[in-house]
């Protein structure tokens, strides 16, 4: 479109140059046939050859000019296209990384909750079923830290992953070992009790032979009388021992042959 404008313009402006021509040429060629000057007729033919070539280098001037325009044209237009395409390029880029950044952050925030969730399980679970308290209080403490967190950062998020993990993991290991204490407690108890029960067994048995003897001893010693006790050398005789009767003590007072 600029160029077709361009050449009508330069049409235009030639144009009267061209009319001035062929009005002069006609001019000197009707001078020239009225005089028969052959002299005139070659003056007439330079000079037209002149306006001819001036002519031809102000269209090719002109020309070039309309070239030169138009390729300033196409490549300022080529330069516009061309930074337009990378500032579009570029714009893509940039929210394409944001939409990135975005899902990376929000995998993060997601991933940490679930942990916090299943770390805060483990704390409530644990209640009074451990061997060492410190073990839930240092899982507290790291599931406070993590529940502070507030950073667009994903990397704080996944840096809280590891401690969280790595207290409940003691947590877990001091619940196991609590049950493997109360386990050897248990057995060391029922030890116990099975001991002291068989001691129980051999003192009431061995009490029951006392007390059998005792009365066996009672039922074959037997003292007519104080007399008796004393040439048996065991006056004086008290209530229990073997060979004691009442009748060997008069006043009742658990001692005979006083």
Known sequence: MARDETRNGKTGILEPFVISINILAISFNRHCRRENNGENMKKASMILLCAVLALGLSGCSSNLATQDTASEDAASQSAAAASSSAAASKSAEAKKKADEDAAK???????LTSKVQEAQALLDSSSNSVADPQTRAALTDAINAANDIDSDNP???????TPLQ???DTVN???EQK????????AKQAEADAAAKRAAEQKASEDAAAAQNARNQQQSTYYANCAAVRAAGKAPIYRGEPGYSAKLDRDGDGIGCE
């Open 173 to 175: 290991a001091s619940v």
């Open 179 to 186: 049950k493997q204490d109360d386990a050897a407690a248990a």
């Open 155 to 161: 990397q704080s998020y996944r840096d809280a992953l």
């Open 166 to 168: 790595q207290n409940m």
């Open 105 to 111: 952050l929000a995998d993060a925030k997601t991933t």
